[in-house]
């Protein structure tokens, strides 16, 4: 492991297409469509990593990038996923203590924030922190203090300044976002207290972004996790590629393959792709912890509270 897209291009690019040259954003195109064909045929190790994330009111929010909980960790203590079983049930009114089935959980269906602010209706707020992404258009679907939902359209404002809409609003139900140079971050700004609160970090990845919510087992200030990602396009030159070469390499030739309709060659170059994968994770220790029970499980809303205490802008993502 450990090419960069710059470096990958430059290895496959011979490998692209029937002419054998192309440019270097036809080989940043052709090396993210191998990495498609590649991604959800096996659970590759490398497409796994550890992140650590502050908790807000004993509850943390998955970002967009991850797809699933591998493991947890809080402290030096592993931690247990909740199951279906678990999720179905009125989890809070059972004792922990007298269940396995206990520790994280998770919190309602999906979420478009990380938090929620019930000390008064607020105006909602957004920052872009790249100066490119200035004027970039977010649509929100929101609920007003009378209940009644709206739609409003808000434009990045410049870091420090905070865009801000007219109405005052209690929730937020949906977010139209593209995908953008730097990261957006979402205020709460009360217009008693004067103060705003950190609410949501979009990702520059981020796309019309959702989060699943969930209950730490006790009160903790940041959590690690081992979980797998979402697949999602490489533009930076920097960023690694998470397959070796030759799995590429042949992904590509799978790709030609199938562009020319031949169905066999595309299987055998394919399987030929995977095979050079797996040889590489032989070697590679899988990280272990408590035993995992887990379910990709979604209730009616079941919002969590907050509190004024606005967390830094980089509390939810400490590191990667």
């Not at 064909?37 to 004993?58: D, F, G, H, P």
């Not at 009644?148 to 139900?173: C, E, M, W």
């Not at 700004?189 to 699943?212: C, G, H, K, V």
Request: aromatic share 10%; with cysteine.
């Amino acid at each position: 492991m450990g090419d960069t897209l710059e470096e990958m291009v430059e290895l496959v690019k011979g490998f692209v297409g029937d002419s054998s040259t192309c440019s270097y954003e036809r080989g940043v195109k052709a090396v993210n469509q191998a990495r498609r064909l590649l991604w959800n045929k096996r659970a590759w190790t490398s497409q796994e990593e550890y992140v650590q994330i502050c908790c807000v009111n004993n509850c943390f929010a998955l970002p967009n990038r991850y797809e699933q909980i591998k493991l947890a960790w809080i402290g030096d203590d592993s931690a247990s996923l909740a199951d279906e079983w678990f999720n179905a049930t009125n989890a809070f009114a059972l004792k922990a203590d007298h269940s396995c089935h206990r520790l994280i959980t998770e919190v309602g269906g999906l979420h478009v924030l990380f938090r929620d602010y019930t000390a008064h209706p607020y105006q909602l707020g957004i920052i872009a922190e790249d100066i490119e992404d200035a004027g970039t258009e977010l649509m929100f679907e929101v609920q007003d203090q009378y209940d009644t939902y709206h739609k409003v359209n808000l434009f990045a404002a410049q870091s420090p300044n905070l865009s801000k809409t007219d109405l005052l609003i209690k929730g937020v139900r949906s977010v139209s976002k593209p995908v953008t140079k730097g990261r957006i971050r979402v205020y709460a700004y009360d217009m008693e207290l004067q103060a705003r609160t950190l609410i949501a970090i979009y990702q520059p990845n981020d796309s019309n972004p959702t989060f699943r919510r969930f209950k730490a087992p006790k009160t903790c200030e940041c959590i690690t996790l081992y979980a797998s990602k979402k697949y999602f396009d490489l533009t930076d030159p920097k960023e690694l590629v998470e397959f070796i070469p030759d799995a590429m390499i042949y992904a590509i030739l799978a790709l030609n393959s199938r562009e020319n309709r031949k169905a066999q060659e595309f299987l055998a170059n394919l399987a030929l792709a995977v095979q050079e994968q797996e040889k590489e994770m032989v070697g590679i220790e899988i990280p272990t912890a408590a035993p995992i029970r887990f379910a990709n499980y979604s209730r009616a809303d079941n919002l969590i509270g907050s509190d004024l205490l606005s967390p830094s802008p980089n509390d939810y993502f400490l590191s990667r």
